[in-house]
């Protein structure tokens, strides 16, 4: 059973940076592409990034691009989300998921397993 935990998020200034992680605490990710969401007050959650199983393929969101790094060590089961550069716009509870198939997707509904969420503040 997956079950993913996230980590990182707090309150930094405009401009700094976080690193977000992700851990399969089930160890049962093989062959998963993961993406990371994020959801503001009032607003839809939207697609940030995603990474495929093997072959380091990466997709991210325009808003993002440039700023914004995943990564995976799928020997410790854990998806990471280096955020640089960061703007009062990208606050928003961050969420993890994984998709049963390699490939990575835009698509929310393209995943089948998601964590509780963690909180990225920016004071500006």
């Known amino acids: 059973q997956v079950e993913l935990v996230e980590s990182g998020g707090g309150l930094v200034q405009a401009g700094g940076s976080l690193r977000l992680s992700c851990a399969d605490v089930?160890?049962?990710?093989?062959?998963?592409?993961m993406g990371w969401f994020r959801q503001a007050p009032g607003k839809e959650r939207e697609f940030v990034s995603a990474?495929?199983?093997?072959?380091?393929?990466?997709i991210y969101a325009d808003s993002v691009k440039g700023r914004f790094t995943i990564s995976r060590d799928n020997a410790k089961s854990t998806v990471y989300l280096q955020m640089n550069s960061l703007k009062p716009e990208d606050a928003a509870v961050y969420y993890c998921?994984?998709?049963?198939?390699?490939?990575?997707?835009?698509?929310?509904?393209?995943?089948?397993?998601w964590g509780q969420g963690t909180q990225v503040l920016i004071s500006s």
């Open positions: 998921a994984a998709r049963k198939l390699p490939a990575p997707s835009r698509r929310r509904g393209g995943y089948d397993y």
């Open positions: 089930g160890r049962t990710f093989s062959g998963y592409a």
């Open positions: 990474i495929g199983w093997s072959d380091g393929l990466t």
